[in-house]
Nanobody, 117 residues
Framework: QVQLVESGGGNVQAGGSLRLSCAAS????????MGWFRQAPGKEREFVAR????????SYADSVKGRFTISLDTAKDTVYLQMNSLKFEDTAVYYC??????????WGQGTQVTVSS
């Protein structure tokens, strides 16, 4: 089992920045990938960014490339999402996501990000 706890969401004006954190606990030694998804009201959950736990390679949705940066601190079992130049359309609940070797998936409870225009 893996437990994921997000923090760092909040309200920000367009053009501002926020940093989300996701602290993992449990079977983190089996982590393959960690990432972030988001879900806006009335929309499906969508991929935002992911990072390979061992090699650090990253991938981003086109909508956030150049504005968001995902990083990790393996010593703290924590993944971060630095969000800059935020737009109204970035408003959503952001979920931390973990995939283990063996394909088990885990989700955090979500943290709200609200960008006012």
């Amino acid at each position: 089992q893996v437990q994921l706890v997000e923090s760092g969401g909040g309200n920000v004006q367009a053009g501002g920045s926020l940093r989300l954190s996701c602290a993992a606990s449990g079977r983190t030694f089996s982590t393959y990938i960690m990432g972030w998804f988001r879900q806006a009201p009335g929309k499906e959950r969508e991929f935002v960014a992911r990072i390979n736990w061992s090699g650090g390679s990253t991938s981003y949705a086109d909508s956030v490339k150049g504005r968001f940066t995902i990083s990790l601190d393996t010593a703290k079992d924590t993944v971060y999402l630095q969000m800059n130049s935020l737009k109204f359309e970035d408003t959503a609940v952001y979920y931390c996501h973990s995939v283990l070797y063996g394909a088990q998936e885990y989700w955090g409870q979500g943290t709200q990000v609200t960008v006012s225009s």
